[in-house]
């Protein structure tokens, strides 16, 4: 079988996995999870054998003609490069495993069937993405994905959380992809083609007319697929779906996709010095605002969510910098140990009956509850943090790197010949902030939910078997991954040096030792205060699986604790460390309340004021309209009597009175 027919069939088997699961979920139950593991198990073992085979040497293309369409025809193409390879053994991998932990998870939920399936259609969108190589074929990937977000994400539909959730994922991802849209239609103008390779030779040759605008519409899109600020607000609302969700969401599929785009369009935006300063700046904030909000959640799910939007800031702060090979890099570290930290995140809080770390810090011994949980959460946490060997550690140290030699005006041999020096020292200024700031949520997180001390935590029994060798599998890569691949991968990628340099190592790894103490130092001071100010957890149903426990966590954080972003925990060490400044970090620097108040609270004025001139304007003068005719029917029908000797004598009337006109009018009287 050739490689070109191996890749078609990495996308379209987990496709045909989710129409036969939604086909059988009903009539042959028993059928819904082999549908829902086995295709897209195959699927990663020929992702894997696509990315043996293609071996980061040349790029496989293959493109036959969809359909003409005038000056712009678009293809069914592949394009598979050293980045498509590796990127989609990554999805593979961890589509896999949250199918295999979803089994376990959600085991009693009645909805698991068509949950099954969007995840299938989720995980074929993002391949399709990551092989394709024309742009209407790599859009429709981008909007299943998003369609496929708001089913999963409302998961939980009976509760208001999910419901809104799943809404403003739809809706702000939805606001980038309309200057996308355009964007893309402005690039494939100029190039004459949506082919990827026809795309690139054109920027090669300087063909582009509107290089800047076009990278900034494109750019626009990336921010809200990504969850980049300004389009950052939907990611951390997302965890009111199921947990397994969240980890697909944030490792492999729907933030990835954003940063893939750029990598793989890097030309397009390198074409632009002010596009790649945009770009650096966009980073540099949504490192340090993601950070800061992350020290002072309460949700233990909504901590990790704000952590991914940094790490998507490290990735596109490395492509700010003209070094994508740093970004895929970080991308593929990043997915192995985040898509672990939810899926360990998923058993704690089917554990302890709580998604509240304030709950959990007043819990002792539940770390003995979950002996897979803790130990595979603190490799995660430590890869995270980018603690040496760390899979996390190699690849941040690449993109701190990578922004090293861009402050300081070294050359890449990659497609990236010029980058601003602006670009390169916003971009390092932000990533050792960003490093201390992870570092300290990471420790404020593992101290809180493993070294409580209180009510002893409740006793669930051991976790099923699927999800506990999930966690297991994804740490061997969290643990390994960075230090086996930093050296080999530039032979995929550009071939840009991706080893530490001495600097930024002690910088990064100085900064994150100085957040975790310091976090450490917090807690030990604020430890005192949790006596004085108990919190009980929220208790689930022991009986219940892990699923339903989650979504009764979700539920009943707010009328326990108040708002969900945050807890009003004297013991917390993020509000010590904060100070002034936790209130705002909790609700996310307030962005959500600016946007309602220049987007939301202005689009609901117009609609009422549509409705009202609609009502009472509109309607008033189509019911006027009609009000004539009804009146002068009414009075006909009261002449319409059936009475046979009223219809003579009315006959006989009007005769009298034409015969009386006409000799009036022929006598001339």
Same mark, same amino acid.
């Given at each position: 079988?050739?490689?070109t027919?191996?890749?078609?069939?990495?996308?379209?088997?987990?496709?045909?996995?989710?129409?036969?699961?939604?086909?059988?979920?009903?009539?042959?139950?028993?059928?819904?999870?082999?549908?829902?593991?086995?295709?897209?198990?195959?699927?990663?073992?020929?992702?894997?054998?696509?990315?043996?085979? /293609?071996?980061?040497?040349?790029?496989?293309?293959?493109?036959?003609?969809?359909?003409?369409?005038?000056?712009v025809?678009?293809?069914?193409?592949?394009?598979?490069?050293?980045?498509?390879?590796?990127?989609?053994?990554?999805?593979?991998?961890?589509?896999?495993?949250?199918?295999?932990?979803?089994?376990?998870?959600?085991?009693?939920?009645?909805?698991?069937?068509?949950?099954a399936?969007?995840?299938?259609?989720?995980?074929?969108?993002?391949?399709?993405?990551?092989?394709?190589?024309?742009?209407?074929?790599?859009?429709?990937?981008?909007?299943?994905?998003?369609?496929?977000?708001?089913?999963?994400?409302?998961?939980?539909?009976?509760?208001?959380?999910?419901?809104?959730?799943?809404?403003?994922a739809?809706?702000?991802?939805?606001?980038?992809?309309v200057?996308f849209?355009?964007?893309?239609?402005?690039?494939?103008?100029?190039?004459g083609?949506?082919?990827?390779?026809?795309?690139?030779?054109?920027?090669?040759?300087?063909?582009?007319?509107?290089?800047?605008?076009?990278?900034?519409?494109?750019?626009?899109?990336?921010?809200?697929?990504?969850? /980049?600020?300004?389009?950052?607000?939907?990611?951390?609302?997302?965890?009111?779906?199921?947990?397994?969700?969240?980890?697909?969401?944030?490792?492999?599929?729907?933030?990835?996709?954003?940063?893939?785009?750029?990598?793989?369009?890097?030309?397009?935006?390198?074409?632009?010095?002010?596009?790649?300063?945009?770009?650096?700046?966009?980073?540099?904030?949504?490192?340090?605002?993601?950070?800061?909000?992350?020290?002072?959640?309460?949700?233990?799910?909504?901590?990790?969510?704000?952590?991914?939007?940094?790490?998507?800031?490290?990735?596109?702060?490395?492509?700010?910098?003209?070094?994508?090979?740093?970004?895929?890099?970080?991308?593929?570290?990043?997915?192995?140990?985040?898509?672990?930290?939810?899926?360990?995140?998923?058993?704690?809080?089917?554990?302890?009956?709580?998604?509240?770390?304030?709950?959990?810090?007043?819990?002792?011994?539940?770390?003995?509850?979950?002996?897979?949980?803790?130990?595979?959460?603190?490799?995660?946490?430590?890869?995270?943090?980018?603690?040496?060997?760390?899979?996390?550690?190699?690849?941040?140290?690449?993109?701190?790197?990578?922004?090293?030699?861009?402050?300081?005006?070294?050359?890449?041999?990659?497609?990236?010949?010029?980058?601003?020096a602006?670009?390169g020292?916003t971009?390092?200024?932000?990533?050792?902030?960003?490093?201390?700031?992870?570092?300290a949520?990471?420790?404020?997180?593992?101290?809180?939910?493993?070294?409580?001390?209180?009510?002893?935590?409740?006793?669930?029994?051991? /976790?099923?078997?699927?999800?506990?060798?999930?966690?297991?599998?994804?740490?061997?890569?969290?643990?390994?991954?960075?230090?086996?691949?930093?050296?080999?991968?530039?032979?995929?990628?550009?071939?840009?040096?991706?080893?530490?340099?001495?600097?930024t190592?002690?910088?990064?790894?100085?900064?994150?030792?100085?957040?975790?103490?310091?976090?450490?130092?917090?807690?030990r001071?604020?430890?005192?205060?949790?006596a004085r100010?108990?919190?009980?957890?929220?208790?689930?149903?022991?009986?219940?699986?892990?699923?339903?426990?989650?979504?009764?966590?979700?539920?009943?954080?707010?009328?326990?604790?108040?708002?969900?972003?945050?807890?009003?925990?004297?013991?917390?060490?993020?509000?010590?460390?904060?100070?002034?400044?936790?209130?705002?970090?909790?609700?996310?620097?307030?962005?959500?309340?600016v946007?309602?108040?220049?987007?939301?609270?202005?689009?609901?004025?117009?609609?009422r004021?549509?409705?009202?001139?609609?009502?009472?304007?509109?309607?008033?003068?189509?019911?006027?309209?009609?009000?004539?005719?009804?009146?002068?029917?009414?009075?006909?029908?009261?002449?319409?009597t059936?009475?046979?000797?009223?219809?003579?004598?009315?006959?006989?009337?009007g005769?009298?009175?034409?015969?009386?006109?006409?000799?009036?009018?022929?006598?001339?009287?």
């Amino acid at each position: 079988m050739t490689t070109t027919t191996l890749a078609v069939l990495v996308p379209l088997l987990p496709f045909l996995g989710a129409a036969a699961g939604l086909l059988l979920g009903r009539t042959a139950p028993g059928f819904v999870r082999p549908l829902a593991v086995l295709p897209t198990l195959t699927a990663f073992a020929l992702a894997v054998l696509v990315a043996v085979r /293609q071996g980061g040497d040349k790029t496989l293309d293959a493109a036959t003609r969809l359909t003409p369409t005038g000056s712009v025809p678009i293809d069914l193409a592949l394009h598979i490069d050293g980045f498509a390879a590796l990127v989609a053994v990554l999805v593979g991998l961890v589509a896999t495993c949250v199918q295999l932990y979803s089994t376990g998870y959600l085991r009693d939920d009645p909805r698991y069937p068509s949950y099954a399936a969007l995840v299938s259609l989720f995980t074929s969108a993002m391949l399709l993405v990551v092989y394709s190589g024309d742009l209407m074929m790599l859009l429709v990937g981008w909007e299943i994905m998003g369609i496929c977000s708001y089913f999963l994400v409302g998961h939980y539909w009976e509760t208001p959380e999910a419901r809104a959730a799943s809404l403003k994922a739809f809706l702000v991802t939805k606001l980038g992809d309309v200057p996308f849209l355009i964007g893309l239609f402005a690039l494939a103008t100029d190039a004459g083609s949506f082919r990827i390779t026809r795309i690139l030779a054109t920027v090669a040759d300087g063909g582009l007319d509107h290089p800047t605008l076009v990278a900034l519409l494109l750019l626009a899109g990336v921010a809200g697929k990504s969850a /980049q600020f300004p389009l950052h607000t939907w990611l951390p609302d997302a965890m009111a779906g199921p947990t397994p969700v969240s980890a697909l969401i944030h490792a492999a599929t729907m933030v990835a996709a954003g940063v893939y785009f750029v990598a793989r369009l890097l030309p397009v935006f390198a074409a632009s010095s002010a596009a790649l300063v945009v770009l650096a700046v966009m980073a540099a904030l949504t490192m340090a605002g993601s950070g800061l909000a992350a020290l002072a959640q309460d949700d233990i799910k909504r901590v990790l969510a704000y952590s991914t939007i940094g790490q998507l800031g490290y990735m596109t702060g490395a492509l700010a910098v003209g070094d994508r090979g740093a970004a895929v890099f970080h991308l593929l570290s990043h997915g192995a140990f985040k898509a672990l930290l939810f899926l360990a995140a998923g058993v704690i809080i089917h554990a302890s009956g709580t998604n509240s770390l304030a709950a959990m810090s007043r819990m002792s011994h539940l770390r003995a509850r979950v002996p897979d949980a803790f130990w595979t959460m603190t490799v995660a946490l430590l890869a995270l943090a980018a603690i040496p060997p760390f899979s996390g550690f190699f690849s941040k140290e690449s993109v701190l790197g990578a922004a090293e030699h861009a402050a300081t005006g070294h050359t890449l041999t990659g497609p990236v010949a010029h980058v601003p020096a602006a670009a390169g020292w916003t971009v390092l200024v932000a990533g050792v902030l960003t490093a201390l700031l992870t570092a300290a949520y990471a420790a404020r997180l593992w101290l809180l939910a493993f070294r409580g001390e209180g009510t002893e935590a409740p006793d669930h029994g051991r /976790q099923p078997l699927t999800m506990t060798v999930v966690l297991w599998v994804l740490a061997v890569p969290s643990l390994a991954l960075g230090g086996l691949a930093y050296g080999r991968l530039p032979d995929w990628f550009d071939g840009d040096d991706l080893a530490p340099t001495l600097t930024t190592s002690v910088l990064g790894t100085g900064a994150a030792l100085i957040g975790a103490l310091a976090t450490y130092a917090a807690w030990r001071s604020a430890r005192a205060r949790a006596a004085r100010a108990p919190l009980g957890a929220v208790a689930a149903h022991p009986e219940a699986d892990a699923a339903t426990v989650e979504a009764e966590a979700i539920a009943s954080h707010t009328p326990a604790y108040g708002d969900v972003a945050s807890a009003p925990d004297p013991a917390d060490p993020g509000r010590l460390l904060l100070g002034p400044l936790h209130r705002h970090a909790a609700v996310g620097f307030h962005l959500d309340a600016v946007y309602s108040a220049l987007f939301v609270r202005p689009v609901r004025a117009g609609a009422r004021l549509v409705r009202f001139l609609d009502r009472e304007v509109v309607d008033t003068y189509v019911s006027g309209a009609g009000a004539l005719p009804r009146l002068l029917g009414a009075a006909v029908r009261k002449a319409q009597t059936g009475n046979v000797q009223t219809y003579v004598s009315a006959l006989l009337a009007g005769t009298v009175v034409l015969v009386v006109a006409v000799l009036l009018v022929a006598t001339g009287a």
